[in-house]
């Protein structure tokens, strides 16, 4: 019924920039908060930055001050402004959001996943 789906991974060298964006269908009555999560090989997920509606953001220390969550409700989407990008960023990046669905199909509130995008980073 919800479907996220993520865009813009790919390689960049260290020091470099991507923008990363999840775009949300499907039955949505609301979305109340998005999310930005990664994983690297071999360690266990992490959650990367995250904004509610009233704009609350929250960002995971390794990122602050180079990445930059918005979201944009009225067309359902969030991105990820990535700068000075450095190895241990890569990893795949996952957009997570927090729905309502539509009353006439149950008006259920899930947390929804994307499929992922790959971003690796070379030195």
């Known amino acids: 019924q919800v479907r996220l789906v993520e865009s813009g991974g790919g390689l960049v060298q260290a020091g470099g920039s991507l923008r990363l964006s999840c775009a949300a269908s499907g039955s949505i009555f609301r979305i109340n908060a998005m999310r930005w999560y990664r994983q690297a090989p071999g360690k266990q997920r992490e959650l990367v930055a995250a904004q509610t509606t009233d704009d609350t953001t929250t960002y995971a220390d390794s990122v602050k001050d180079r990445f930059t969550i918005s979201m944009d409700n009225t067309n359902r989407a969030v991105y990820l402004q990535k700068n000075s990008l450095k190895p241990e960023d890569t990893a795949v990046y996952y957009c997570?959001?927090?729905?309502?669905?539509?009353?006439?199909?149950?008006?259920?509130?899930?947390?929804?996943w994307g499929q992922g995008t790959q971003v690796t980073v070379s030195s």
């Open positions: 997570n959001a927090d729905i309502e669905t539509r009353l006439i199909d149950g008006g259920f509130s899930l947390t929804s």
